[in-house]
């Protein structure tokens, strides 16, 4: 009887202190709770959110592009999470000055966080990915060919033939220039980027012979992975999740 008290006794501590632990603290997977960190760029401070895995090493690390809604909290969330699956995940909120920034001066932010992650001891600079969505998506069909730090990059429902919202170039003009894998994720009845517009890329990156996948869902419409402003947990989003990270795993590991 007095052992079973004891024994009792030991597990209401052990109930109590794992109570205590807060979120990012080893409740989530080891991950470090996000953080806000600023970048200096063009003569501007952007802030960023930044989240990494807990155990002390080296990691990969990805730039998250947020759509034209803004970092709202689901792309916060994606990060918090995407840092659990051993990345060290950065999100720069572009549109910090500008609604809508020149290309120039969002390619001069991507490079100035990229610099900003080879100044942490816990990041590989030679392993670098690079992922966006909706605006983001057009981003990272952008910036991959021209940014030779990054190794790959995954495009949620982009825009390869727009010169998005401050007439820039479309992305399909620099597909000779791709030579770095990328995974292309879209929805069917996405409206705003129709899927015609992703086959009639991917035909053209095939033509070029340069490596993509591309991952359609049947019925889904733009921006399926954050709506309302909140990431998404039903099946379709689990499983475009899980293809990102087996993607970048594949690519950056």
């Not at 600023?38 to 090493?57: F, H, K, L, M, V």
């Not at 809508?100 to 816990?122: F, H, K, Q």
């Not at 894998?181 to 129709?194: C, K």
Request: one cysteine or more; glycine letters at 14%; hydrophobic letters at 40%.
């Amino acid at each position: 009887m007095r052992g079973s008290i004891v024994l009792f006794a030991f597990a209401a501590v052990m109930l109590v202190l794992a109570g205590c632990v807060t979120p990012g603290e080893g409740s989530d997977g080891g991950a470090q709770n996000g953080t806000t960190v600023d970048i200096e760029s063009g003569g501007r401070t952007y802030p960023a959110y930044i989240a990494a895995p807990g155990e002390n090493g080296t990691y990969p690390g990805v730039v998250l592009i947020h759509s034209f809604n803004g970092l709202e909290p689901g792309y916060r969330d994606m990060v918090d999470r995407f840092a659990t699956e051993g990345f060290v995940v950065i999100a720069p909120e572009w549109q910090m000055h500008e609604q809508s920034p020149e290309d120039t001066e969002v390619e001069a932010l991507i490079r100035d966080t990229i610099a900003y992650l080879g100044n942490r001891s816990d990041v590989n600079e030679s392993s670098l990915g690079l992922t966006g969505f909706c605006a983001g998506g057009r981003y990272t069909m952008l910036f991959l060919p021209g940014i030779e730090e990054f190794d790959a990059g995954v495009a949620w429902y982009g825009f390869p033939y727009s010169g998005g919202q401050a007439n820039g170039t479309p992305p399909a003009e620099f597909i000779s220039g791709l030579e770095d894998p990328m995974l292309i994720i879209h929805g069917t009845a996405d409206q705003a980027s129709p899927v015609a517009d992703i086959y009639r890329y991917a035909t053209d990156l095939d033509a070029a012979g340069k490596y993509f996948e591309l991952k359609v869902y049947q019925g889904e419409p733009h921006g399926f992975m954050v709506q309302d402003g909140e990431l998404a947990t039903g099946f379709v989003a689990e499983d475009a999740y899980g293809e990102m990270v087996t993607f970048f795993n594949r690519t950056l590991g």
